[in-house]
């Protein structure tokens, strides 16, 4: 069966530090790749998703980047934290020819 | 484009009395379907999804949905609240394929269920 991971579950960091937030999957092959902001209170943004090994594509001009080096492997990236930055982010995968999002238990990040 | 309203924020129930939330989609077609519950500092787990077929779909924890589409609307339902199922519910639709596929997610609505 297939699998999700996240980590770090919570980070805490300052304004101006860098930021790599990590998700993987197990268990499928050219899966694609989600990455969603969860603001307190509100609903999910989706900020990036990937069909494929380097292809990224990007929803909202922002701070962070995203990267997929490996098939099952997605990188959340910032060079500089802003206190906007703070939120819960949440990563999800879908099968390349199915509809149905599953979503990873999620990266608190706290930016002070 | 495809949009999904929830149009309720807070839903308060007593245990063990019914619920319904509302969901409404705007789609040309029919889209697919889903909700999704979040408990606090968690992930979002699939409660249920309507693809096509009958238009009443059970799902996991004693959940269900009836997809209707004259109201453009997928309100989920459960017969009797559980105290653990307070939590926050996502009602979201997919439409087109391969990488033009991006689910449409609600604000969502806040289940507080009361003793």
């Known amino acids: 069966s297939q699998t999700i991971h996240q980590w770090p579950a919570t980070l805490v960091q300052p304004v101006g530090s860098p930021l790599s937030l990590e998700c993987t999957v197990e268990?499928?092959?050219?899966?694609?790749l989600y990455w969603y902001r969860q603001a307190a209170g509100r609903g999910l943004q989706l900020l990036f998703y990937?069909?494929?090994?380097?292809?990224i594509s990007s929803e909202v001009p922002q701070n962070l980047s995203a990267s997929r080096p490996q098939d099952r492997q997605f990188i959340l990236s910032s060079k500089k934290l802003l206190l906007s930055d703070s939120g819960f982010y949440l990563c999800?995968?879908?099968?390349?020819?199915?509809?149905?999002?599953?979503f990873g238990p999620g990266t608190r990040l706290l930016v002070l | 484009a495809q949009s999904v309203t929830q149009p309720d924020i807070h839903i308060t129930v007593s245990e063990g009395a019914s619920l319904e939330l509302r969901c409404n989609y705007s789609?040309?077609?029919?889209?697919?379907l889903f909700w999704y519950v979040q408990s606090p500092g968690q992930g979002l787990q699939l409660l249920l999804k309507?693809?096509?077929?009958?238009?009443l779909v059970q799902g996991i924890k004693g959940f269900e949905a009836e997809f209707k589409r004259s109201q453009s609307s997928f309100n989920l339902r459960k017969p009797s609240v559980h105290w653990s199922d307070a939590a926050e519910y996502f009602c979201?639709?997919?439409?087109?394929?391969?990488?033009?596929?991006?689910?449409?997610f609600g604000r969502g609505t806040s289940l507080i269920v009361h003793p």
């Open positions: 999800a995968w879908k099968g390349a020819r199915q509809e149905t999002q599953y």
């Open positions: 789609y040309g077609a029919t889209p697919y």
């Open positions: 309507y693809f096509s077929g009958d238009t």
């Open positions: 990937s069909v494929g090994i380097g292809q």
């Open positions: 979201a639709v997919g439409a087109g394929s391969g990488g033009s596929y991006i689910p449409t």
């Open positions: 268990g499928t092959s050219n899966p694609n």
